[in-house]
């Protein structure tokens, strides 16, 4: 079960070279063993913290970081959109380990979920010296194929709204869908910027509407909020979440045959399909793949397979 909702007891901004801010927090044991979490997006941000509840704050001192670009880290990215292109996975990991080394941390477990699995799995493959295990959860590894899926073929389950989506792309000759989308996001007209951060949020909503946890809405109900995520996402995934084919995930698992991992997934994952999770489990004989057949993108019982995995790795 969640552990009972936490307070950090510490928190700061460190400033990485290039001048961004990394926001970062503190809860749990300071003497506990190290944990990282990784929100999803990218551009989702920590949020309220309930990433927190899945770590016993008796035996852990986790830590939150907001991702360059979003949450509490500054600048948003669409206060600096001049500097987009500098808002890479090898950025990010570049920040990680900044704020690892400023805590002094020497290793730490790496949990993730949905983007922030992407990132631990990239993290992990190019600090494994780093990470002492990984528990993931709606597992992603960002490629072509699953960018692909969940921007285009998935509208074969939602025709009306995916033609809908596709219509108002404004795409190019060539251009596919989520390039369209990166590139209306990325201009300096905030008129235009809004209208398409508004028609991906809707898209967004669509994809994930058989997940048995799905409430009607907006993905995101803040304009500001919807801007930064679609801006975010929109950017990694028409650049292959920065993992082009020769360096991609899957391509790489072997490399982390020594880190032991937990993968959690819902079977109803409408968006992120199982396949993903399965072929990595496949190549990393030490990973355990748990599959929640009545859950999709996460979910109570998600939460408690976390907690379980943390509680196991703990001892």
Not at 199 to 211: G, T
Request: proline residues 7%; charged residues 20%.
């Amino acid at each position: 079960m969640p552990y009972p909702p936490i307070q950090p007891f510490d928190t700061g901004f460190l400033t990485v070279p290039d001048g961004t801010q990394i926001y970062w927090e503190l809860s749990g044991n300071p003497l506990g063993k190290p944990a990282l979490f990784l929100h999803g997006g990218p551009g989702s941000g920590l949020g309220a913290g309930g990433y927190r509840s899945r770590f016993d704050p008796e035996r852990y001192l986790v830590v939150g970081i907001d991702q360059r670009g979003c949450g509490r880290s500054l600048p948003l990215v669409i206060d600096a959109l001049d500097q987009l292109s500098s808002n890479t996975t090898q950025s990010v990991i570049a920040d990680i380990e900044a704020v690892r080394a400023n805590l002094n941390v020497d290793r730490w477990l790496v949990s993730g979920i949905s983007w922030g699995t992407t990132l631990a799995l990239a993290y992990a493959l190019s600090h494994p010296d780093r990470v002492t295990e990984l528990i993931l959860a709606a597992v992603t590894t960002t490629s072509r194929a699953e960018v692909e899926w969940i921007t285009e073929t998935v509208g074969r389950l939602f025709p009306e709204a995916w033609s809908r989506f596709d219509a108002q792309s404004g795409r190019q000759p060539g251009e596919r869908v989520v390039e369209a989308y990166a590139r209306r996001l990325a201009q300096s007209d905030e008129d235009e910027r809004r209208r398409a951060a508004q028609q991906w949020d809707e898209w967004e909503s669509v994809h994930i509407s058989l997940d048995p946890n799905w409430s009607p809405g907006l993905l995101h109900e803040d304009p500001i909020r919807r801007l930064v995520f679609a801006t975010l996402v929109t950017h990694y995934w028409a650049h292959d979440g920065f993992l082009p084919i020769g360096e991609s995930i899957l391509e790489r698992v072997a490399e982390l045959a020594g880190i032991p991992a937990v993968l959690v997934h819902g079977r109803r994952d409408v968006s992120g399909p199982t396949i993903t999770p399965w072929l990595l489990h496949q190549a990393w004989p030490a990973s355990e793949l748990i599959i929640i057949d009545s859950e999709g993108h996460g979910g109570p019982l998600t939460t408690e397979a976390m907690c379980s995995a943390s509680d196991t790795f703990a001892s």
